[in-house]
């Protein structure tokens, strides 16, 4: 356990209303939002990011899924433009892509094309260096903010009593042989992603170890960038084309991103990974439930190689069931909760969780400890994009950590009826939206003014076998390239 005394020289004490300094472990979104809103109440805010950062717009190894599609979903995206005002213009400028989700999206849902119609529910299209690059010359321009690049994190740093203060770090360009410095901080906060040392860091400080849930359906994902044709070529900017699970497990997006590319990308659960070489690849796309995918990518022109990814399982950290949680601590972002990221949770996540900082911090400005209870407020943001990542990968035989249980069979029924009613239903299919883009919480859809529809719409006549609504539509280049 590494403790030092309260009165040690450098060292804040403990329970002081006065907020000098706050560490962030882990530059990546989640740590760059949450330096935004601790600009605003600490002295001194320094982030540590063990890689090295560049000033322009390229991966890193920290996030090795960075190459593939990433959803910044729409209150994600209108959180980020209140901390940051006029950033959506900015990513603009850089060629991020407006869209609007019920309308220029083909969406195939498991029980067919999801209606179109003009809607506010914005989003906006990019890759996910492009966004990191972005926030992370925002925050820098904050004159209380110090982001030291190729720092190593080994630990916390604990008083007598328990409570956090500060990390154990070294510089990486240093000697390697060199110690860890301690670095005081009134506040550490922890947004170190899926891949982190938590466990080990906890253990070193003393704090009991938290339950670590995991659920897996084996999903793994291919993506490669294509040139975007400079003419029309459908009335969709993006296309969605969902799994069936069980009866089928192989899904296929694409978007428009910046530098007049389409970002594609492959998913197969239960272990059918999408292949990493040119003919699989698109042998793969032209198995999908539409040949809408397939028949966009065919003649165009492959920009990138093939990348592929299969950390995709759903990993909670049960933090607020720690008994006692040590003081000047928190943990946020992937570091508490990574989901599935083919749903596109995370970043959204990671923003109301910022947000919840923010708003706890400005209430109770005048308090000792504002943050008391944190872990448990974010145990509850968590739930509902949580119920949804698993409750879907429930639905495919290879799943491992839990099985759907009678009423995990029952919401998937329901579901199913809420996804029929949207291929016709303009109201439902907006309500479902709204909940996949985390505007309402997921017990919107159990709402009585939705029950009555879906009950009412169960003896009208439904779709095909195959789950493909025969209504819709979508032309490329002339030709029909849906069911008609």
Same mark, same amino acid.
């Given at each position: ?12 004490? *403990? ?242 991103? *910046? ?174 939206? *709204? ?50």
């Amino acid at each position: 356990m590494n403790c030092v005394s309260e009165a040690s020289s450098g060292w804040v004490r *403990e329970h002081s209303s006065h907020r000098d300094r706050a560490i962030v472990v882990g530059g990546s979104l989640a740590g760059l939002l949450t330096a935004r809103v601790l600009s605003d109440h600490f002295a001194e805010v320094r982030l540590l990011e063990k890689d090295p950062l560049s000033d322009d717009v390229r991966p890193r190894p920290g996030v090795p899924q960075s190459q593939h599609l990433h959803a910044l979903l729409p209150r994600g995206l209108k959180i980020i433009e209140s901390f940051f005002p006029g950033i959506c213009e900015e990513l603009q400028s850089h060629g991020a892509i407006p869209l609007d989700v019920a309308d220029d999206v083909a969406w195939l849902t498991p029980q067919g094309w999801g209606v179109k119609f003009r809607s506010d529910l914005e989003a906006l299209s990019f890759t996910r260096d492009l966004l990191d690059f972005v926030v992370r010359r925002r925050v820098m321009t904050l004159n209380n903010v110090t982001l030291s690049h190729r720092w190593e994190v080994g630990g916390l740093v604990r008083s007598a009593s328990g409570s956090v203060l500060g990390v154990r770090a070294r510089e990486l360009n240093a000697d390697p042989r060199a110690p860890y410095l301690q670095i005081p901080s009134d506040l550490v906060v922890l947004a170190t992603g899926r891949l982190n040392a938590i466990s080990k860091w906890f253990d070193d400080a003393g704090i009991e170890q938290p339950r670590l849930t995991t659920i897996n359906a084996h999903i793994g994902y291919a993506s490669r960038m294509y040139r975007r044709p400079n003419h029309e070529v459908a009335d969709w900017k993006a296309i969605i084309l969902q799994a069936a699970p069980p009866a089928t497990h192989r899904s296929g997006l694409v978007f428009p991103v *910046e530098g007049d590319r389409w970002l594609v990308t492959l998913i197969g659960a239960d272990r059918d990974y999408p292949p990493n070489d040119d003919a699989g690849f698109l042998e793969f796309a032209r198995s999908l439930p539409s040949p809408c995918l397939y028949e966009a990518i065919r003649d165009a022109e492959p920009l990138t190689p093939i990348r592929a990814y299969r950390a995709t399982d759903n990993r909670r950290l049960h933090l607020d069931r720690i008994r006692k949680w040590p003081d000047g601590l928190i943990v946020l972002g992937d570091a508490a909760c990574a989901f599935n990221p083919v749903y596109g949770q995370g970043m959204s996540t990671a923003a109301i969780e910022a947000s919840l900082l923010s708003t706890l911090l400005s209430a109770n400005g005048t308090f000792a400890n504002p943050l008391r209870g944190f872990q448990r407020r974010i145990a509850e943001i968590i739930k509902s994009p949580w119920t949804l990542a698993t409750s879907a990968d429930l639905r495919f035989r290879s799943v491992e950590g839990a099985r759907a249980n009678r009423r995990t069979r029952i919401m998937h029924w329901y579901v199913d009826r809420v996804l029929r009613l949207g291929t016709t239903n303009r109201w439902a299919r907006r309500r479902f939206l *709204e909940v996949q883009g985390m505007l309402r919480d997921t017990s919107a859809i159990l709402k009585l003014d939705m029950i009555w529809r879906v009950l009412a719409s169960l003896g009208q006549r439904t779709n095909d076998s195959t789950g493909r609504n025969r209504s819709r539509t979508y032309a490329l280049s002339g030709a029909n390239i849906s069911s008609k």
